[in-house]
Nanobody
Framework: QVRLLESGGGSVQAGGSLRLSCAAP????????GAWFRQVQGDIREGVAG???????TYADSVEGRFTISRDNAEGTLYLQMDSLKPEDTGMYYC???????????????????WGQGTQVNVSS
């Protein structure tokens, strides 16, 4: 079973930056199409950023221009660089991988088979 391992969450003041990482040890192919989602307690899980390969990306309107998703092709590690953070970015962030090909970039959670445990991001004003 593919296990995705997230890291990099924490607390930061508004305007600051964080970089999240998501590793799939030994199974980097699974993240060829991957994404980051976030969930605030009690709300639905929303797609934040998606990637297919290392070129095709898509972002939620709320993070466009502030967040950057990328993928290390050698290891299959996913990254989410978050800049100009806002208090409304607070939440639990999950990485996800489709694990199959062909695949297309997507922010729909039903497209993703493998999920991490989540890493908490707190942004204070």
């Amino acid at each position: 079973q593919v296990r995705l391992l997230e890291s990099g969450g924490g607390s930061v003041q508004a305007g600051g930056s964080l970089r999240l990482s998501c590793a799939a040890p030994g199974l980097g192919y699974a993240t060829y199409c991957g994404a980051w989602f976030r969930q605030v307690q009690g709300d639905i899980r929303e797609g934040v950023a998606g990637i297919a390969g290392d070129v095709r990306t898509t972002y939620a309107d709320s993070v466009e221009g502030r967040f950057t998703i990328s993928r290390d092709n050698a290891e299959g590690t996913l990254y989410l660089q978050m800049d100009s953070l806002k208090p409304e970015d607070t939440g639990m962030y999950y990485c996800a991988a489709m694990g199959y090909r062909p695949c297309s970039v997507s922010l729909g959670q039903n497209s993703y088979i493998y999920w991490g445990q989540g890493t908490q991001v707190n942004v204070s004003s």
